[in-house]
DNA sequence: TTGAATCACGAAAACAGTTTTCAATATCGA
DNA sequence: TCGATATTGAAAACTGTTTTCGTGATTCAA
């Protein structure tokens, strides 16, 4: 039921919809193909997990280094407006990106030891929000769910801590 | 079960409990009172809600107007630490601040037409999520909830956002 | 009570993340 | 291909928040 951020390969196939799905939206709105924005969200779908601009940015910056933070912010617009990508802010400032994954609605947990962030989805977790609108008298269109917390595999979090203390 | 954020008065005993209780946070931490942390401290506690800073200010300088931008944020940090005060962050960019209320942990409703924040708190969700942690192997310090929507009761939900939206 | 040490103040500058501006360039339909 | 229009990249602007720095208060020991 639940899902770490690292556990698959990225698929292919799911990638190339999606990329022409951004394409059909494009498009749509009567906007214009152009090489950037092609080359963000290629690289941005084959990315796993919660990516931050910056994240982004750097990776882009691999396949063409001309690529500056301003396209980069427009085309995660782009991505959000098309529904392809949803926009997270977990607290610690900064703007991240989720392209949709296979669960289509999730909540997450947070460790804030090893930063590694969970999926999960959970039926009767909805169900009771819905029930306690209703107590409200109040009607939901979405709805956000963070635990925050520590993994309880110490070993496992700890490998994955020092991981990332050393790329930072 | 729930509480809107403004259908009661401020309990004045409540307040006077508070501002003794940071009176001894500042004591007790070797920091110095001030006219200007007094001020802040008594006018936060006086408000109902979640207040951002902004909102805060403009109530301060009534009082006092010399008192800026800067103080503020550091007298509501010092709230923070002494746990008499909770930072929150509802996606729009901004921090609110929430002094305890009766209820000890609350999740939020938030109604995205008149911008009115509904606080409840319900067992099962607690057990629920404390369940779904265990399956996952992590452990939870805290979390957060928020339902996003809109009120069914669109008259009242109206009224409320016409007062918002006329003193913007 | 006074004085020295320290802390806090307010204004302005700095900061981080994000958005906008603007001149140059690329796209796309006619 | 041409021309209208959208897009780009660099830099400036913006927003919310934090820090700096010179001045002013507070505290506590003498």
New binding site residues.
Partial sequence: MAASENNLKVDEKMVQEKEAAFARF?QEQ????????NTIVSVFFRLRGHI???ELLIEVKKV?P??????V???L?LLVESSLVEERRFGD???RYEGHSDVEHHDHMICLECGQIMEFFNPRLEALQEQLAEENNFEIYRHRLELYGACKDKDACAVRAKKKGAQA
Avoid: C, D, F
């Avoid at 214009?32 to 924005?37: G, I, P, S």
């Avoid at 001309?66 to 396209?71: D, E, F």
């Fill in positions: 494009i009567g906007l214009k193909t152009t090489r950037q924005r931050s601009v910056e063409n001309r690529i500056g933070y301003a396209t912010y427009r085309t617009h400032g900064l703007a």
